[in-house]
């Protein structure tokens, strides 16, 4: 009988480098994310997230037993899944070592950042989709899939902040000129620098915007941006 559904694994040396995996050339295998809400080739297992990256545990074994006693928080939610998909802005909580970290960008490489209790009570969610749903509501979709019922002052491109494990609305960050912005993709992917000007490209291309940081002016395509603030 022919097998059916995918693999838990695939070839290590074939994942995106940008997600940071480590032994891309001395382990075969990598534990490959499940569904969910995050892109797989941008986002990695809790599995890998804690042997491979945070050095939490030493085999398979060890995570499931991290993961199984309640010592892993993502977004605030208890995860009991190794191939649970993490990706970028997630909150992890290690509460027996009272660990917070935000997924954020060290250059091209998706990293868990160190940062404070009350930072790890707000998720940054940038928004990639609007449209009107029954009773005439705007449906906001995020950029790790989650859907929120908001305003029609909140544009595609922009970012909420939102309460974690709560989930309400805590402030809204446009993306218009001033803003500060995460750069996603492209050549200067993981800088954060200051969105000057706003460039319309006429046709099919892609808008572009003229950014400012410590390496000077540059231009890139707006849709590669994530607004952030101070509090980042």
Not at 108 to 124: D, F
Not at 133 to 149: A, E, Q, S
Request: with cysteine; glycine share 10%; charged share 25%.
């Amino acid at each position: 009988m022919a097998k059916k559904g995918g693999s838990n694994h695939y070839v290590r040396m074939r994942a995106n480098k940008d997600l940071g995996v480590i032994g891309r050339k001395s382990i075969r295998w990598l534990l490959a994310p499940a569904p969910g809400t995050h892109k797989k080739e941008e986002s990695i297992s809790t599995g890998v997230l804690l042997r491979d990256v945070l050095g939490k545990s030493e085999n398979t074994r060890e995570t499931k037993r991290i993961i199984h006693t309640h010592n892993l928080l993502i977004d605030g939610k208890k995860v009991s899944d190794t191939k649970y998909p993490v990706g970028l802005m997630d909150v992890l909580e290690l509460p027996s070592e009272k660990k917070h970290f935000r997924m954020s960008l060290s250059g091209p490489k998706l990293t868990p950042v160190p940062i404070s209790a009350e930072a790890a009570g707000k998720k940054y969610l940038k928004v990639t989709r609007k449209h009107t749903v029954t009773g005439k509501k705007v449906c906001i979709t995020f950029h790790d899939g989650r859907n929120y019922l908001g305003d029609e002052h909140i544009k595609t491109g922009d970012t909420c902040v939102l309460s974690v494990p709560g989930f309400k609305l805590l402030s809204h960050i446009k993306l218009q000129p001033g803003a500060q912005c995460l750069v996603m993709k492209g050549k200067h992917i993981g800088e954060s620098a200051k969105l000057e000007r706003i460039i319309e490209r006429l046709g099919s291309h892609d808008t572009e915007v003229l950014m400012s940081g410590a390496q000077g002016e540059f231009i890139t395509v707006a849709k590669y941006l994530f607004a952030i603030d101070g509090n980042f």
